[in-house]
């Protein structure tokens, strides 16, 4: 891997440039992504507005965050699988339905989180 021996601060600036790129290109490639930002910037504002507890609102607000992480790496893996090959393996075809589900149980793990706080 390019730039092992970067050490110290200038290793936390490669790092952060490295993730603005990850994210770029996860804006450019995933609509999925794009949606759940989006679904992130409605419902951030809605956590603050609701008159709840410092925690409940985090509550809320990580649960969204967390379907954000868990479809970026959703969408890595997905990358890797496809640069491997596009020819159906049914390893291939696993590990994709693998982190669609991981997507999908982070939605309702958020959707119960919220349900919760808010019923």
Do not use: C
């Not at 770029?24 to 609509?31: F, I, L, N, R, S």
């Not at 999925?32 to 709840?52: G, K, N, S, Y």
């Not at 985090?58 to 890797?80: F, R, T």
């Amino acid at each position: 891997m390019a730039y092992q021996n970067v050490k110290g601060i200038k290793r936390i600036i490669n790092a952060m440039f490295f993730s603005f790129a990850g994210f770029k290109a996860t804006w450019q490639h995933e609509e999925a992504f794009r949606q759940e930002v989006l679904l992130f910037l409605i419902t951030t504002p809605v956590a603050l507005w609701l008159d709840r507890s410092p925690v409940e609102t985090l509550l809320m607000i990580g649960s969204m965050i967390l379907v954000l992480l868990v479809e970026l790496l959703n969408s890595a893996v997905e990358a890797v699988v496809d640069r491997v090959g596009l020819e159906h393996h049914e390893l291939s075809g696993r590990a994709k339905d693998i982190g669609s589900a991981a997507v999908m149980l982070s939605l309702v793990w958020a959707a119960i989180t919220w349900a919760v706080i808010l019923l």
